[in-house]
């Protein structure tokens, strides 16, 4: 038996993390308003790393994670549109929005690239499994568009997680 562990680190090993993240730290470093948004785990993540930014950076960091707005969202706009609606109300063109799908093809994220790349919002993708996802493939004025190399839910949310503290 395999030590699942070793998964990890042979993900993080292949990862090529540097030269999107550069990218990312140059944008992190620019604006003082981000959003972040992703899905379960994702969602997780952006919770916890929003926190970090206000915390130890004064960033004003924003994730769409309150239930009963994200339950009025997607009622009233559908599941699809809900985070694409969140970026309407909290977002504009000096806002670092961070777009999170761990597989690529999350229809809600998808629908936020779209509104970013038609209004010329300043965004970054963070996805992992098929690297030929609808995600990066639709992403084609994105600050950074950093994939990981696996279909392991856990290693890309783990990577994405210090992909994303690497700025703290």
């Known amino acids: 038996m395999t030590n699942p562990f070793s998964q990890y680190a042979i993900a993080l090993q292949g990862a090529h993390i540097e030269e999107e993240f550069q990218k990312f730290s140059a944008a992190w470093k620019t604006h003082t308003k981000i959003v972040i948004l992703g899905n379960g785990g994702s969602n997780a993540v952006a919770s916890h790393i929003s926190q970090d930014y206000a915390k130890f950076h004064n960033k004003h960091s924003l994730v769409f994670s309150d239930p009963s707005m994200l339950t009025c969202f997607i009622n009233d706009f559908g599941m699809d549109n809900a985070y694409k609606k969140f ?19 999350s229809k809600n ?58 700025v703290i």
């Open 87 to 105: 970026l309407e109300y909290y977002a504009d063109n000096s806002t670092l929005c961070i777009l999170i799908s761990s597989g690529g093809e």
């Open 109 to 166: 994220i998808i629908n936020c690239i779209n509104y970013c790349e038609s209004n010329s919002y300043p965004y970054g993708l963070l996805t992992g499994f098929n690297s030929k996802n609808s995600a990066r493939l639709i992403s084609k004025n994105a600050l950074w568009n950093y994939h990981i190399n696996s279909s392991d839910y856990g290693i890309v949310e783990c990577i994405h997680q210090i992909f994303l503290h690497g």
